[in-house]
């Protein structure tokens, strides 16, 4: 069987996780603490970091945006990335858009102030780093709404990795509660869309150890 | 004419450079100061980064991942991700490594420190982060090193996108004169075979305001 390297609330884990679940592709997860350093997983993946996809031909894959690129090449029958030169540079724009700009001026704060550095006893959350993610992540959410009042999804007329990169930044965020969506409707609504989707039962069903979600988080109708 | 929007320093900038030269891609540079967030070039491409590619058809390319999946696949003469599975890995892989990890641990500490700090006049450089820097970037020539040890380039037999991706960061490092080549003869070795390659002419003679490279920059023969 096919094994995904992850963390619940790694964002990059996330977006693998939903695209996979999207292609119908069975997969089983293990949880990996990168900040053990595990010899053998070092081994799998220098970096250390999570998602490390190893398929079943023994192929180790490491890094979310090589694995979707990957995946999209490997099992193309669901298509998450087109064929047209035009929106593949789009798609692929939000892709980098998401995982580089959002998570670092919205996720990196939040999350880790929230979480890791909690885990690691590295002391109260930064008021400072906090009230700068939720800034930044108010005007991400106006921009998703912008798109999404002009796109059917966010890269285009079809739902594409530039979805699942937002979707995947988004859940684990909303699953602290840190989400306002009151921000923009047309982001509320096009997350609406995109969490009723099968590939997102597995996300939503998650428990993370010592913290539990906002009665929102799994809830379709929100 | 194709436009390539970057700055002299950037690596990602100059990872672009380097590829469109390989392919014998012609463009012309016009440097934006990004942090100036210019109207006209946030409307082109809002995460306002470098580098920005305009073809002259008016697609527009942000990003330089994006830019060099989008090069290969549009100009594929010149092949630098090869088309078996298991080599485009792990040529993402390292591209992913020296993009994200490589600059985090390296050239963000120095390039920051030394450069733009200066030029924003936000004080004299610290001497922690360049003390990280350069005992990371000690630790990368070995990996690189062995890398180029074990294979005739640095992803496997064929020259690719990753070894642009290395180049790009080390020859930002090397204008400033950062790295300490003797860290590692086979990382020196691999960074002299590519340096004589034609594609490199133009980075090699590039001045950067106020700052002048040591000596060795643009000998082939270092």
Redesign the interface.
Known sequence: MRILYHLPLSPYSRKVRLVMAEKRLPFELRAEKVWERQPAYLELN??CTVPTLVEDNG?????S??IC??LE??YPDVQLLSHA??E??ET??LV??FDE?FFSEVTRHLLWEKTMKQALKLGPPDANALRAGYANLKQHLI?IGWLAEHRRWLAGANLSLADFAAAAQLSALDYLGDVDWSASAAAKDWYARIKCRPAFRAVLVDKVNGIAPPPHYADLDF
């Open positions: 220098p970096a192929l180790v894959i490491a890094d945006r090589v690129e990957y090449e490997a030169m035009g593949r540079v692929r724009r980098a858009w700009k921009y």
